[in-house]
């Protein structure tokens, strides 16, 4: 099975604070994703990747940007958290698998910024 | 209008009973449609997947899609306590990302 990986469970920083979340995925996926996750609003997209080096923005990418050096690792950053990232980060990578696409996403890093 | 529309919920359904999940969606576009399942605090997993007009059918579940009016919904027969969880449909492009809805909580009540 695919395995994708966040590098934290829980995060607590401090409001102006550069914070990096870590994803990595097993599979040798090219497509992954950020999402937030907040009550009533489901999952937004922040930013997605097709390959190492290439990113493209979702639906709220402002206050964050993204690395995606290696195929493996998709990395979000939040370059002055504020309070209002407080929230569920998901990441998720896809492949095309017998002509369907099929997604896994990490188990999650809930940040609070204080 | 949202790209996804759900009804939040809760929807109260009892023990044994059908619990039925509806979603429409804007984008005439998509191809593929999904609906996840997510756990109170754990993160969404798919259950199942949909490409064509008509049912399918995977255990208890079953998904329906009608393309013409942009409508699919998910039917989970004999409905059990650890069905109660947050569903999430999420029609999908073929090229790109998919958008989610914001979930339907189900609670199964014994």
């Known amino acids: 099975d695919v395995k994708v990986t966040q590098s934290s469970r829980y995060l607590v920083k401090r409001t102006g604070e550069k914070v990096f979340l870590e994803c990595v995925q097993d599979?040798?996926?090219?497509?992954m994703f950020w999402y937030r996750q907040d009550p009533g609003l489901g999952l937004r997209l922040i930013y997605f990747?097709?390959?190492?080096?290439?990113?493209e923005k979702g639906d709220i990418p402002e206050g964050y940007s993204v690395s995606r050096e290696k195929k493996e690792r998709f990395s979000l950053i939040l370059e002055s958290a504020s309070t209002n990232q407080t929230s569920m980060y998901l990441c998720?990578?896809?492949?095309?698998?017998?002509?369907?696409?099929?997604?896994?996403f990490g188990s999650g890093t809930r940040l609070t910024v204080v | 209008q949202k790209e996804v529309e759900q009804n939040s919920g809760p929807l109260s359904v009892p023990e044994g009973a059908i619990a039925s999940l509806n979603c429409t969606y804007s984008?005439?576009?998509?191809?593929?449609f999904f609906w996840y399942r997510q756990y109170s605090g754990k993160s969404p997993e798919l259950i199942m997947s949909?490409?064509?007009?008509g049912d399918k059918e995977d255990g208890r579940f079953t998904a329906q899609l009608n393309k013409a009016s942009q409508y699919v919904s998910l039917l989970i027969r004999d409905s059990q306590p650890s069905d109660s969880a947050t569903y999430l449909c999420?029609?999908?492009?073929?090229?790109?990302?998919?958008?989610f809805g914001s979930g339907t909580r189900l609670s199964i009540r014994p």
């Open positions: 998720a990578s896809r492949v095309l698998q017998g002509g369907r696409w099929g997604y896994t």
């Open positions: 984008d005439r576009g998509s191809q593929s």
């Open positions: 599979m040798d996926h090219e497509n």
């Open positions: 949909i490409y064509s007009n």
């Open positions: 990747s097709y390959d190492v080096k290439m990113k």
């Open positions: 999420a029609p999908g492009g073929d090229a790109s990302k998919i958008i």
